[in-house]
């Protein structure tokens, strides 16, 4: 059976089993939160509802926002891209436009940072490669600056209806992509103690 990209008769299919199966079991129903990472901006909506998504989110930033800088890209400034993209749009990934304009409640993503390095061989061609994973790595994402924009995050969040307040982060642990909560040798129990701070009240 051939299918366009946009044919999501099988999975709609499957989506929709999963939720009989959960109802089955006793539960009220399944929330669906999908990840808008391969969808198009111009089909968002109409994508998000034939998959009876019930909100939706992102992995990571730089799936919407190519990082500016190579090889480096400072932390404060891929945060601050992601955020105005949330705004304005002009992202890439299912943010192109505002995400006022989704019809699916969207729960921003705060990444702590990202360094898909890790997975290179650290051959000479690194510097002139840009596909995954040669590509450029977010610094100085300290505890203190992943701290500030999960308050920025918390800020906008509070102003959804209550059985929207979700967060979601990236990630717990990432190691080959430089993107984890996990306690470390360089920065303890930082992360986790900026969650804490922020959300512990």
């Known amino acids: 059976m051939e299918t366009s990209e ?8 499957v989506i929709n089993k999963f939720r009989e199966k959960v109802k089955a079991a006793g539960f009220p129903d399944l929330h669906l939160n999908g990840v808008l990472w391969g969808l198009r901006g111009e089909l968002i909506n ?8 019930n909100s939706a989110t992102s992995y990571v930033w730089i799936h919407h926002n190519a ?12 945060a601050e891209t992601y955020f105005k993209t949330l705004k304005f749009g002009g992202g890439a990934n299912g943010l192109e436009k505002p995400i006022s304009n989704m019809s ?16 290179t061989r650290n051959a000479p061609d690194w510097m002139t490669r840009k596909d ?21 995050a918390k800020g906008l969040t509070m ?13 717990w642990n990432e190691w080959g992509e430089g993107s984890y ?6 920065t303890g129990y930082g992360y986790l103690e900026a969650i ?6």
């Open 181 to 186: 909560l996990e306690p470390d040798n360089t």
């Open 159 to 171: 102003e959804k209806p209550e059985d929207e307040r979700i967060i979601t982060i990236n990630s």
């Open 67 to 78: 990082l500016p800088d190579f090889p480096t890209t400072e932390y404060e400034k891929a």
């Open 6 to 13: 946009n044919d999501f008769t099988l999975l709609v299919e």
């Open 46 to 53: 109409e994508n998000l509802e034939q998959l009876n998504i």
């Open 132 to 152: 995954y994973p040669f590509g450029p790595v977010i610094i100085n994402n300290t505890p203190y600056f992943f701290k500030k924009y999960l308050a920025k």
């Open 104 to 119: 699916t409640p969207y729960h921003i993503n705060v990444t702590m940072g990202w360094d898909s390095s890790p997975r």
């Open 196 to 201: 804490k701070e922020v959300f512990g009240d």
